[in-house]
């Protein structure tokens, strides 16, 4: 027993809330209000101890599952069909991956069987097969469950066997076990030969329509999720554009097949990312990729409210960069954060009709951390929630995601109403600051599942390294780098929220770092880089063009026009344009129709003036001065958000920003 010196006695959900708890029994009144479930309240020997028998035998299993390190793949074990499973190692002087092995190397006093060597290309995609491909179960979809009917049908140089091979020996080379090895390389060599297979097929009419194309594609965008560690991700959208053009292409009656409508729903599932990611609509409209989801059973909801979600962004986008402050446009904006409002009403609407087997259940609660690493621990205090399996939970965080972004747009509009005043006095941000960070809290409460942690039989949590405890019977359907690959896109969500405490940012990180170092996808460590803060970051560039030039900025610009001695006095009726002037220096034309000229010496390096004795009306001086203020705030925004990443990391936030 370790002393924990004095407790808070609250209940245990307004410890996780971080709020006051009032202590009243048998339930608080604050989860009253809130309408929760209050958990209760621990009793005085459990606030004043903390029971360390289970952390100890954890750390314990740990020490004594470390494995020597042998240069070559062999299986190991007994002689018989009685031997336990084979101890795995594999080649080229890399470390073990280890499966578990029999108790020892002889049986009956027989010898060891001489080693058996497995090639690298027939290991990987073994382990492709078992960690990322998952079939259809109940009401549940399957995930690249495309993959084994098509590549049983095809030739090794076909365009789908080649990309298979390079996604297949990329997750094997990101994994602990590949480094240093020759298989990244390999697998760069193959996903080049599936590049030049594919614009082949592309080119051929007979082929640009066929099933394995399209998975080609979507295997190659699936490789730079694996193996890119550039901030650019150009080659990724690039996969996912040329598939969703591919899709429209075939027309609804690929949707006639099962392998036709998997490679369907995996297109539409990167396609909902990327458009939410970058601001643009969906192609060909919402309605055209949800018009076969009358059968579907589960995920139907928060599939369409994705895709009405980056319509909806991208009208908001449009719209506060563009509108000026008339009351036409004041009432504009009012109905579409009244259009976001309905959306969250009626996703609340929808989960309350949910049957209980669909939604999560909370299994745990972890107060502190051992050694105050929050970064390297593999539950954030707080709740853990378990789900019937891995796409129900990857469903659910969507939406969550999906609920982040709407509520990010009601933030904005009223900002944008509300300007100059400070948007967070208004009560549309009191309640998002309200719903937001439950749904971060519940986000990170389901990423332990993800990543392997499940109930075992005895009713206590068993670690992805404590597999040899029996857990649930989707042991084998769930994999666990599968289910770290659907929590990139929540984590990078959460990670750059407002509404993310440091804690739980730390955290966040930290799980993106393990996931590119255990897990083998190195754009996790890229998206750990980001310092996107939304929604204040967008609603600080919405705000850019509408903020009115301050007395210091027009001050700076009068005393550098004058030290210049370019300018002079404005008056309402210069001429636009000089015909003494070089007519080899170009006058552009800015959004709102106005004239001007790129900066040079001769006007002071400021770009709102034009050469010789002529010079721009106020109203063309105040519109200059505002775009030289909007460049400088843009490149400070820029700036913070890159986290000084660099040029390529830069440029994704640019297109995030929409700037």
Same mark, same amino acid.
């Given at each position: 027993?370790?002393?924990c010196?004095?407790?808070?006695?609250?209940?245990q959900m307004?410890?996780t809330?971080r709020?006051?708890?009032?202590?009243?029994?048998?339930?608080?009144?604050?989860?009253?209000?809130s309408r $929760?479930p209050c958990?209760g309240?621990k009793?005085?020997?459990d606030?004043?101890?903390?029971?360390?028998?289970?952390a100890?035998e954890?750390?314990?299993r740990k020490a004594n599952?470390g494995k020597k390190?042998?240069?070559?793949?062999t299986?190991t074990?007994a002689?018989t069909?009685?031997?336990?499973a084979?101890?795995?190692?594999?080649?080229?002087?890399s470390?073990?991956?280890n499966t578990p092995?029999?108790?020892?190397?002889?049986?009956?006093?027989?010898g060891?069987?001489?080693?058996?060597?497995?090639?690298?290309d027939?290991q990987a995609?073994?382990?492709?097969m078992?960690?990322?491909v998952?079939t259809?179960r109940h009401a549940a979809?399957?995930y690249?469950?495309f993959?084994?009917?098509?590549l049983?049908?095809?030739?090794?140089d076909?365009?789908i066997?080649?990309?298979f091979?390079?996604?297949?020996?990329a997750s094997l080379?990101g994994?602990?076990?590949?480094?240093g090895?020759?298989?990244f390389?390999?697998s760069?060599l193959?996903y080049?030969k599936?590049?030049?297979?594919v614009?082949?097929a592309?080119?051929n009419p007979a082929?640009?329509?066929k099933?394995?194309?399209l998975?080609?594609?979507?295997?190659?965008?699936?490789?730079e999720?694996m193996?890119?560690? $550039?901030?650019?991700?150009s080659? #990724?959208?690039?996969?996912?554009?040329?598939?969703?053009?591919?899709?429209?292409? $075939?027309g609804?009656k690929?949707l006639?097949?099962?392998?036709?409508?998997s490679?369907?729903v995996?297109?539409?599932?990167?396609?909902?990312?990327?458009?939410?990611?970058s601001?643009?609509?969906?192609a060909l409209?919402?309605? #055209?990729?949800?018009?076969?989801?009358?059968?579907?059973?589960?995920?139907?909801?928060?599939?369409?409210?994705?895709?009405h979600?980056a @319509?909806l962004?991208?009208?908001?986008?449009?719209a506060?960069?563009?509108?000026?402050r008339?009351?036409?446009?004041?009432q504009?904006?009012?109905n579409l954060?009244?259009?976001a409002?309905a959306?969250e009403q009626?996703y609340?609407d929808?989960?309350?009709?949910?049957?209980? @087997?669909w939604?999560?259940r909370?299994v745990a609660?972890?107060?502190?951390i051992?050694?105050g690493e929050?970064s390297?621990?593999e539950?954030?205090?707080?709740?853990?929630?378990?789900?019937?399996d891995?796409w129900l939970a990857?469903?659910?965080?969507?939406?969550r995601?999906?609920r982040?972004?709407?509520?990010?747009?009601?933030? $904005?509009?009223?900002a944008?109403i509300?300007?100059p005043v400070?948007y967070r006095t208004t009560p549309?941000?009191?309640?998002s600051?309200r719903?937001?960070v439950?749904?971060?809290t519940?986000i990170?409460?389901?990423?332990?599942?993800h990543?392997?942690w499940r109930v075992?039989?005895?009713?206590?949590?068993?670690?992805?390294?404590?597999?040899s405890?029996?857990s649930?019977?989707?042991?084998?359907?769930?994999?666990k780098?599968?289910?770290?690959?659907?929590?990139? #896109?929540?984590?990078?969500?959460? *990670?750059n929220?407002?509404y993310?405490?440091d804690?739980?940012r730390? #955290?966040?990180k930290?799980?993106?770092h393990w996931i590119?170092?255990?897990l083998?996808?190195?754009?996790?460590k890229?998206l750990?880089?980001f310092?996107?803060r939304?929604?204040s970051?967008?609603?600080r560039?919405?705000c850019?063009l509408h903020?009115?030039?301050?007395?210091?900025m027009?001050a700076a610009?009068?005393a550098?026009?004058?030290s210049?001695?370019a300018?002079s006095?404005?008056t309402s009726?210069s001429p636009?344009?000089?015909?003494n002037s070089?007519?080899s220096?170009p006058i552009?034309?800015?959004?709102?129709? *106005?004239?001007w000229?790129?900066?040079?010496p001769?006007n002071g390096?400021?770009?709102i003036?034009?050469t010789?004795?002529?010079t721009l009306?106020p109203?063309q001086?105040r519109?200059?001065?505002?775009?030289?203020?909007?460049e400088?705030?843009?490149?400070?925004?820029l700036?913070?958000?890159?986290?000084?990443?660099?040029d390529?990391? @830069?440029?994704?936030v640019?297109?995030y920003?929409a700037v």
């Amino acid at each position: 027993m370790v002393y924990c010196g004095k407790p808070s006695r609250g209940c245990q959900m307004c410890r996780t809330r971080r709020i006051k708890c009032d202590e009243t029994k048998p339930t608080c009144l604050q989860c009253q209000k809130s309408r $929760r479930p209050c958990p209760g309240y621990k009793d005085d020997f459990d606030l004043v101890f903390r029971n360390e028998t289970q952390a100890t035998e954890r750390r314990a299993r740990k020490a004594n599952t470390g494995k020597k390190v042998h240069p070559t793949v062999t299986f190991t074990g007994a002689h018989t069909s009685f031997s336990t499973a084979p101890e795995l190692i594999i080649e080229d002087g890399s470390q073990a991956l280890n499966t578990p092995s029999s108790d020892s190397d002889t049986f009956m006093g027989f010898g060891p069987l001489p080693a058996l060597t497995i090639p690298v290309d027939q290991q990987a995609p073994c382990y492709f097969m078992s960690n990322y491909v998952i079939t259809p179960r109940h009401a549940a979809r399957g995930y690249f469950d495309f993959l084994m009917p098509m590549l049983k049908s095809e030739t090794a140089d076909s365009p789908i066997a080649l990309a298979f091979s390079a996604v297949a020996l990329a997750s094997l080379a990101g994994r602990p076990v590949g480094r240093g090895t020759r298989w990244f390389g390999d697998s760069c060599l193959q996903y080049t030969k599936a590049l030049r297979a594919v614009n082949l097929a592309l080119q051929n009419p007979a082929q640009q329509l066929k099933d394995s194309t399209l998975a080609s594609i979507i295997m190659l965008s699936f490789f730079e999720n694996m193996a890119s560690e $550039r901030g650019n991700a150009s080659a #990724w959208f690039s996969h996912v554009e040329g598939a969703v053009q591919l899709v429209k292409l $075939r027309g609804k009656k690929q949707l006639r097949t099962k392998i036709g409508y998997s490679l369907f729903v995996c297109v539409r599932n990167a396609m909902v990312i990327q458009c939410m990611s970058s601001g643009k609509p969906p192609a060909l409209g919402s309605e #055209w990729w949800i018009s076969d989801l009358a059968n579907d059973d589960i995920g139907v909801f928060t599939i369409k409210l994705n895709l009405h979600v980056a @319509e909806l962004r991208h009208e908001i986008n449009v719209a506060l960069a563009t509108y000026s402050r008339s009351p036409e446009n004041f009432q504009n904006v009012v109905n579409l954060m009244k259009r976001a409002q309905a959306m969250e009403q009626e996703y609340q609407d929808w989960e309350a009709s949910l049957p209980d @087997e669909w939604k999560p259940r909370t299994v745990a609660w972890v107060d502190q951390i051992p050694g105050g690493e929050i970064s390297k621990a593999e539950v954030c205090p707080g709740k853990v929630d378990m789900y019937e399996d891995v796409w129900l939970a990857n469903t659910w965080n969507h939406s969550r995601v999906a609920r982040l972004f709407i509520s990010g747009s009601i933030v $904005r509009c009223a900002a944008w109403i509300c300007s100059p005043v400070d948007y967070r006095t208004t009560p549309e941000y009191a309640q998002s600051v309200r719903l937001c960070v439950d749904l971060v809290t519940d986000i990170i409460a389901g990423i332990p599942y993800h990543l392997g942690w499940r109930v075992g039989s005895n009713g206590t949590l068993a670690t992805p390294g404590d597999m040899s405890s029996p857990s649930t019977s989707e042991t084998f359907s769930c994999p666990k780098a599968l289910g770290g690959f659907f929590c990139l #896109w929540p984590l990078f969500a959460i *990670n750059n929220s407002d509404y993310t405490s440091d804690s739980q940012r730390n #955290w966040t990180k930290g799980r993106l770092h393990w996931i590119s170092e255990n897990l083998g996808m190195k754009h996790a460590k890229v998206l750990s880089l980001f310092q996107l803060r939304l929604p204040s970051m967008v609603i600080r560039r919405d705000c850019m063009l509408h903020t009115p030039p301050s007395a210091q900025m027009i001050a700076a610009a009068a005393a550098r026009s004058t030290s210049h001695g370019a300018f002079s006095p404005p008056t309402s009726h210069s001429p636009i344009s000089n015909s003494n002037s070089n007519s080899s220096s170009p006058i552009s034309v800015d959004p709102r129709g *106005n004239s001007w000229m790129p900066s040079s010496p001769s006007n002071g390096g400021l770009g709102i003036g034009l050469t010789g004795p002529y010079t721009l009306n106020p109203l063309q001086q105040r519109e200059a001065m505002q775009r030289e203020a909007w460049e400088k705030e843009r490149n400070s925004l820029l700036k913070k958000a890159s986290n000084s990443g660099g040029d390529s990391v @830069e440029r994704l936030v640019r297109a995030y920003l929409a700037v």
